[in-house]
């Protein structure tokens, strides 16, 4: 059986929605196809952007970032199959990655690889 990859990220993308709910010191923001969200464990892969969309919004991918930084945990970026590396990279630009913990984008075909 064929799995969708809309499908897959859609449902990824709302299991750690529903996780968030459940923690005291968590919060999420879903917008433009991304969720962003923190746990409050401080642990990279607890907290982060998760792509949904193909084409994510390089400026909403920004804000994210920069809201992530300010919360002072360690934090990923997980990237799906398909979706376009220039408007991840362009967020970059807008944001203040540069100075944060370690950020990955995690992709399905090679593993992680740094910004």
């Known amino acids: 059986m064929a799995v969708d ?5 859609t449902a990824l993308v709302d299991t750690w929605q529903h996780l968030v709910d459940t923690t005291p010191l968590g919060w999420r923001q879903r917008e433009g196809g991304l969720l962003a969200l923190a746990t409050g464990v ?3 892969m607890f907290n982060g952007i998760w792509v949904e969309s193909i084409d994510p919004d390089a400026r909403i ?3 994210m970032f920069d809201r992530l930084a300010a919360s002072g945990l ?3 970026l ?4 398909g979706t376009a ?4 990279r362009r967020s ?3 944001s203040d990655i540069g100075t944060a913990p370690a950020a990955w984008i995690w ?9």
């Open 5 to 9: 990859p809309d499908a897959a990220a």
């Open 42 to 44: 401080p642990v990279a």
């Open 61 to 63: 991918v920004a804000g």
């Open 74 to 76: 360690p934090y990923c």
């Open 78 to 81: 997980q990237s799906r199959p």
């Open 85 to 88: 590396a220039r408007p991840l």
């Open 92 to 94: 970059l630009q807008h």
């Open 107 to 115: 992709r399905c075909s090679d593993g992680p690889s740094r910004l």
